[in-house]
Protein backbone atom coordinates (compact mmCIF):
# COMPACT_ATOMS: atom_id res chain seq x y z
CA UNK A 1 0.00 0.00 0.00
CA UNK A 2 1.01 3.27 -0.40
CA UNK A 3 2.26 4.97 2.69
CA UNK A 4 1.32 9.05 3.40
CA UNK A 5 5.23 9.28 4.42
CA UNK A 6 5.70 9.01 0.47
CA UNK A 7 3.04 11.28 -1.16
CA UNK A 8 5.61 14.47 -1.88
CA UNK A 9 7.66 11.99 -4.15
CA UNK A 10 6.61 11.90 -7.74
CA UNK A 11 9.85 10.73 -9.63
CA UNK A 12 9.61 8.29 -7.25
CA UNK A 13 6.84 6.09 -6.61
CA UNK A 14 6.98 4.29 -3.40
CA UNK A 15 5.04 1.37 -1.91
CA UNK A 16 5.36 -0.94 0.89
CA UNK A 17 3.84 -3.99 2.05
CA UNK A 18 5.61 -6.50 4.20
CA UNK A 19 7.92 -4.70 5.67
CA UNK A 20 9.26 -4.18 2.28
CA UNK A 21 9.22 -1.26 0.01
CA UNK A 22 9.53 -0.71 -3.48
CA UNK A 23 10.99 1.94 -4.93
CA UNK A 24 9.75 2.52 -8.72
CA UNK A 25 12.01 5.41 -10.67
CA UNK A 26 9.32 6.59 -12.72
CA UNK A 27 9.81 8.92 -15.70
CA UNK A 28 9.97 6.17 -17.99
CA UNK A 29 9.07 8.40 -20.91
CA UNK A 30 12.37 9.88 -20.20
CA UNK A 31 14.09 6.92 -19.60
CA UNK A 32 13.93 8.10 -15.55
CA UNK A 33 16.05 10.46 -16.73
CA UNK A 34 16.64 12.69 -13.20
CA UNK A 35 16.56 16.45 -13.23
CA UNK A 36 16.33 18.98 -10.25
CA UNK A 37 13.34 17.62 -8.34
CA UNK A 38 14.42 14.30 -9.47
CA UNK A 39 17.54 14.41 -8.11
CA UNK A 40 16.17 16.13 -4.51
CA UNK A 41 13.94 12.51 -4.35
CA UNK A 42 17.10 10.36 -4.87
CA UNK A 43 18.87 12.76 -1.69
CA UNK A 44 15.93 11.86 0.73
CA UNK A 45 14.67 8.82 -0.25
CA UNK A 46 16.85 6.64 1.85
CA UNK A 47 16.34 8.72 5.09
CA UNK A 48 12.71 8.15 5.12
CA UNK A 49 13.27 4.87 4.47
CA UNK A 50 15.75 4.51 6.99
CA UNK A 51 12.74 5.94 9.95
CA UNK A 52 10.11 4.25 8.42
CA UNK A 53 9.31 1.59 11.51
CA UNK A 54 7.21 -0.64 8.47
CA UNK A 55 9.94 -0.97 6.45
CA UNK A 56 12.75 -3.59 7.26
CA UNK A 57 14.36 -3.76 3.21
CA UNK A 58 14.31 -1.47 0.18
CA UNK A 59 13.93 -2.52 -3.52
CA UNK A 60 14.76 -0.03 -6.16
CA UNK A 61 14.02 -0.12 -9.91
CA UNK A 62 13.03 1.85 -12.80
CA UNK A 63 9.69 2.16 -14.97
CA UNK A 64 9.74 0.76 -18.49
CA UNK A 65 12.77 -0.53 -20.17
CA UNK A 66 15.72 1.64 -18.39
CA UNK A 67 16.35 1.46 -14.73
CA UNK A 68 17.85 5.26 -14.90
CA UNK A 69 19.47 7.05 -17.93
CA UNK A 70 21.51 9.13 -15.57
CA UNK A 71 20.88 13.22 -15.91
CA UNK A 72 18.44 14.79 -17.78
CA UNK A 73 20.62 16.99 -20.49
CA UNK A 74 18.19 20.52 -20.26
CA UNK A 75 19.10 20.01 -16.36
CA UNK A 76 22.72 19.56 -16.95
CA UNK A 77 22.92 22.30 -18.85
CA UNK A 78 21.25 24.43 -16.13
CA UNK A 79 23.87 23.68 -13.85
CA UNK A 80 26.61 24.75 -16.43
CA UNK A 81 25.25 28.42 -16.46
CA UNK A 82 24.43 28.73 -12.70
CA UNK A 83 27.63 27.71 -10.17
CA UNK A 84 24.63 27.76 -7.18
CA UNK A 85 22.44 25.24 -8.58
CA UNK A 86 25.48 23.38 -9.48
CA UNK A 87 26.51 23.77 -5.55
CA UNK A 88 23.31 22.65 -4.62
CA UNK A 89 23.08 20.05 -6.37
CA UNK A 90 26.40 18.56 -5.53
CA UNK A 91 25.76 18.63 -2.35
CA UNK A 92 22.50 16.65 -2.92
CA UNK A 93 24.89 14.31 -4.36
CA UNK A 94 26.65 14.13 -1.23
CA UNK A 95 23.72 13.41 0.49
CA UNK A 96 22.83 10.46 -1.87
CA UNK A 97 25.84 9.14 -0.87
CA UNK A 98 25.84 10.06 2.88
CA UNK A 99 21.99 8.33 3.02
CA UNK A 100 23.88 4.97 1.80
CA UNK A 101 26.63 4.73 3.87
CA UNK A 102 24.02 5.74 6.94
CA UNK A 103 21.06 3.58 6.19
CA UNK A 104 20.90 0.35 8.13
CA UNK A 105 17.98 -1.51 6.70
CA UNK A 106 19.05 -3.18 3.39
CA UNK A 107 18.58 -1.80 0.31
CA UNK A 108 18.49 -3.71 -2.98
CA UNK A 109 18.79 -2.64 -6.79
CA UNK A 110 16.90 -4.73 -9.85
CA UNK A 111 18.37 -2.67 -12.42
CA UNK A 112 16.00 -3.77 -15.49
CA UNK A 113 17.66 -2.12 -18.23
CA UNK A 114 20.36 0.73 -19.12
CA UNK A 115 22.20 2.43 -15.96
CA UNK A 116 24.06 5.32 -16.09
CA UNK A 117 25.65 8.46 -14.10
CA UNK A 118 23.41 9.14 -11.08
CA UNK A 119 21.00 6.78 -11.81
CA UNK A 120 23.88 4.08 -12.04
CA UNK A 121 25.76 5.46 -9.00
CA UNK A 122 22.69 5.17 -6.58
CA UNK A 123 22.26 1.63 -7.60
CA UNK A 124 25.52 0.75 -7.47
CA UNK A 125 26.18 2.10 -3.68
CA UNK A 126 23.12 -0.66 -2.59
CA UNK A 127 23.84 -3.37 -0.89
CA UNK A 128 22.63 -6.35 -3.52
CA UNK A 129 22.53 -5.88 -7.16
CA UNK A 130 20.67 -7.72 -9.43
CA UNK A 131 21.19 -6.39 -13.05
CA UNK A 132 19.25 -8.19 -16.28
CA UNK A 133 21.42 -9.61 -18.76
CA UNK A 134 20.18 -7.38 -21.48
CA UNK A 135 20.94 -4.12 -19.46
CA UNK A 136 24.29 -2.40 -19.61
CA UNK A 137 25.97 0.30 -17.19
CA UNK A 138 27.91 3.33 -17.35
CA UNK A 139 29.31 5.89 -15.35
CA UNK A 140 29.64 8.52 -18.04
CA UNK A 141 30.18 11.55 -16.56
CA UNK A 142 33.22 12.29 -18.73
CA UNK A 143 31.54 11.83 -21.88
CA UNK A 144 29.76 15.14 -20.40
CA UNK A 145 32.59 16.42 -19.76
CA UNK A 146 32.19 16.35 -16.03
CA UNK A 147 34.72 14.57 -13.38
CA UNK A 148 33.78 11.94 -12.11
CA UNK A 149 31.63 12.32 -8.98
CA UNK A 150 27.78 10.60 -7.64
CA UNK A 151 29.86 7.73 -5.66
CA UNK A 152 31.30 6.52 -9.08
CA UNK A 153 35.07 7.38 -7.34
CA UNK A 154 34.13 5.81 -4.09
CA UNK A 155 32.53 2.87 -4.91
CA UNK A 156 33.73 1.77 -8.61
CA UNK A 157 37.89 1.03 -6.86
CA UNK A 158 35.94 -0.76 -3.89
CA UNK A 159 34.65 -3.23 -6.24
CA UNK A 160 36.44 -3.79 -9.33
CA UNK A 161 39.52 -2.82 -8.01
CA UNK A 162 41.67 0.76 -9.37
CA UNK A 163 42.56 -0.22 -12.53
CA UNK A 164 39.30 -1.50 -13.58
CA UNK A 165 37.88 1.65 -12.35
CA UNK A 166 39.86 4.22 -14.37
CA UNK A 167 39.47 2.13 -17.21
CA UNK A 168 35.52 2.69 -17.22
CA UNK A 169 36.06 5.92 -15.45
CA UNK A 170 37.90 7.81 -17.40
CA UNK A 171 36.73 6.98 -20.79
CA UNK A 172 32.74 6.68 -19.29
CA UNK A 173 32.86 3.61 -21.52
CA UNK A 174 29.67 0.97 -20.80
CA UNK A 175 29.80 -2.53 -18.94
CA UNK A 176 27.60 -5.29 -20.26
CA UNK A 177 26.20 -7.01 -16.98
CA UNK A 178 27.74 -10.21 -17.43
CA UNK A 179 31.19 -8.49 -17.56
CA UNK A 180 29.93 -6.24 -14.38
CA UNK A 181 29.20 -9.66 -12.61
CA UNK A 182 32.25 -10.89 -13.44
CA UNK A 183 34.20 -7.66 -12.40
CA UNK A 184 32.50 -7.85 -8.77
CA UNK A 185 30.83 -4.47 -9.61
CA UNK A 186 26.92 -6.23 -9.02
CA UNK A 187 25.87 -9.01 -7.17
CA UNK A 188 24.23 -11.57 -9.85
CA UNK A 189 22.71 -11.39 -13.36
CA UNK A 190 19.27 -12.55 -14.36
CA UNK A 191 17.14 -13.10 -17.32
CA UNK A 192 15.49 -10.02 -18.73
CA UNK A 193 12.16 -9.20 -17.05
CA UNK A 194 13.32 -10.90 -13.95
CA UNK A 195 15.40 -8.06 -11.97
CA UNK A 196 12.32 -7.64 -9.88
CA UNK A 197 10.95 -10.75 -8.58
CA UNK A 198 14.60 -11.94 -8.02
CA UNK A 199 14.79 -8.78 -6.23
CA UNK A 200 11.47 -9.75 -3.93
CA UNK A 201 12.75 -13.06 -3.29
CA UNK A 202 15.95 -11.49 -1.48
CA UNK A 203 14.52 -9.03 -0.13
CA UNK A 204 12.09 -11.49 1.87
CA UNK A 205 14.89 -13.33 3.17
CA UNK A 206 16.21 -10.12 4.42
CA UNK A 207 12.95 -9.21 6.03
CA UNK A 208 12.60 -12.53 7.52
CA UNK A 209 15.84 -12.76 8.94
CA UNK A 210 17.89 -11.52 12.00
CA UNK A 211 17.30 -7.55 11.80
CA UNK A 212 19.99 -6.93 14.13
CA UNK A 213 22.27 -8.91 13.04
CA UNK A 214 21.73 -7.86 9.00
CA UNK A 215 21.73 -4.17 9.87
CA UNK A 216 24.95 -4.32 12.41
CA UNK A 217 26.80 -6.38 9.79
CA UNK A 218 25.79 -3.63 7.02
CA UNK A 219 26.90 -0.64 9.32
CA UNK A 220 30.14 -2.56 9.57
CA UNK A 221 31.15 -3.41 6.01
CA UNK A 222 30.04 0.25 5.29
CA UNK A 223 32.95 1.46 7.55
CA UNK A 224 35.14 0.88 4.54
CA UNK A 225 32.80 3.40 2.61
CA UNK A 226 33.21 5.98 5.19
CA UNK A 227 36.87 5.62 4.41
CA UNK A 228 36.65 5.68 0.88
CA UNK A 229 34.38 8.81 1.47
CA UNK A 230 37.07 10.64 2.92
CA UNK A 231 40.06 9.74 1.01
CA UNK A 232 38.05 9.71 -2.64
CA UNK A 233 34.25 10.92 -2.54
CA UNK A 234 34.81 13.89 -1.10
CA UNK A 235 37.62 15.26 -3.49
CA UNK A 236 36.01 13.90 -6.61
CA UNK A 237 33.00 16.11 -5.12
CA UNK A 238 34.70 19.58 -5.45
CA UNK A 239 36.71 18.55 -8.85
CA UNK A 240 32.85 17.85 -10.29
CA UNK A 241 32.06 20.70 -9.31
CA UNK A 242 34.98 22.67 -11.02
CA UNK A 243 34.17 21.06 -14.21
CA UNK A 244 30.24 22.18 -14.36
CA UNK A 245 31.25 25.69 -15.58
CA UNK A 246 33.70 24.81 -18.34
CA UNK A 247 33.05 25.61 -21.55
CA UNK A 248 33.12 21.82 -22.73
CA UNK A 249 30.47 20.91 -20.67
CA UNK A 250 28.26 22.79 -23.69
CA UNK A 251 29.94 21.17 -26.60
CA UNK A 252 30.16 17.99 -24.85
CA UNK A 253 25.98 18.00 -23.76
CA UNK A 254 25.02 19.50 -27.59
CA UNK A 255 26.98 16.16 -28.83
CA UNK A 256 24.99 14.03 -26.28
CA UNK A 257 22.19 15.56 -26.92
CA UNK A 258 22.28 14.94 -30.86
CA UNK A 259 23.21 11.44 -30.88
CA UNK A 260 19.94 11.26 -28.72
CA UNK A 261 17.66 12.58 -31.06
CA UNK A 262 19.49 10.31 -34.11
CA UNK A 263 18.11 7.15 -32.15
CA UNK A 264 21.44 5.67 -31.14
CA UNK A 265 20.72 3.54 -28.35
CA UNK A 266 21.13 5.00 -24.28
CA UNK A 267 23.42 2.34 -23.95
CA UNK A 268 26.16 4.14 -25.95
CA UNK A 269 27.08 5.35 -22.55
CA UNK A 270 26.12 9.02 -22.25
CA UNK A 271 25.47 9.97 -19.62
Sequence with gaps: MTDSKYSSFSYLDVTVKDQIAVIVINRPDK????????????????RVIQSDDDVRVAVVTGAGKAFSIGGDLDFLEELHASSRLAVDTLKEAR????????????????INGVAMGAGLAFALLCDYIIVERQA?????????????????????????GLTKAKRYLMTGDSIPAEEAERLG????????????????????????????????????LNQWLRQGQLT?????????????????????VKGIRERRESAIPPDSADW
Design 185 to 220: LVTEVVDQGRSLDRAMFVARRFAAGPQLAIRYTKIA
Design 136 to 160: TLADGHVRAALASGDGGALIWPLTV
Design 232 to 252: AFDYSYALEQLTFVDDEVVTA
Design 95 to 110: EIVQAHIECEKPVIAA
Design 31 to 46: LNACGGPEHTELSTIL
